[in-house]
Nanobody, 127 residues
C-alpha cells in the first residue's frame, strides 16, 4: 500500500520561508515525475510545481517562479518544496502527488495525471 506523507507546513510571516517534504513509502518514486499542488480556502486545487523522474527538468506555476524550488532525493524516496518570500496568498493546503506513468521527460501539469496523493500540509502566511 502506497503512503504519501507531507510535512514541514506551518505558520510564517510574509517574507519568510518554509521547506516542505514528502516521503513516499510502499513503492519507489525513482521512475515517476512528482508534483506539488495547493488548495486555498474556497478555491480549487492547482498545480504549483513538478519535477521529472531524474530531477533534471522542473515546471513551476507562474505565481511561484523565482520563489519556490522543487527538488527530489530518489535514494530517500522524498520530494521537497523550498518556499521563499512567502506571501499571504500562498496560504493553502499543499499536496504532494506522484505521476501515474514512468519515465516522463516533463512533469505533468494536470491533477488527473497524478495517481497517488498525500493528505496535505497546511501553510499559513500572515501579513
Amino acid at each position: 500500500q502506497v503512503q504519501v506523507v507531507e510535512s514541514g507546513g506551518g505558520s510564517v510571516q510574509a517574507g519568510g520561508s518554509l521547506k516542505l517534504s514528502c516521503v513516499v513509502s510502499g513503492r519507489t518514486i525513482s521512475a515517476n515525475a512528482m508534483g506539488w499542488f495547493r488548495q486555498a480556502p474556497g478555491k480549487e486545487r492547482v498545480f504549483v510545481a513538478g519535477i521529472n523522474w531524474t530531477g533534471g527538468r522542473t515546471n513551476e506555476a507562474d505565481f511561484v517562479k523565482g520563489r519556490f524550488t522543487i527538488s527530489r532525493d530518489n535514494a530517500k524516496n522524498t520530494l521537497f518544496l523550498q518556499m521563499n518570500s512567502l506571501q499571504p496568498e500562498d496560504t493553502a493546503v499543499y499536496y504532494c502527488a506522484g505521476d501515474a506513468f514512468e519515465f516522463r521527460s516533463r512533469p505533468p501539469l494536470r491533477e488527473s495525471d497524478y495517481t497517488y496523493w498525500g493528505q496535505g500540509t497546511q501553510v499559513t502566511v500572515s501579513s
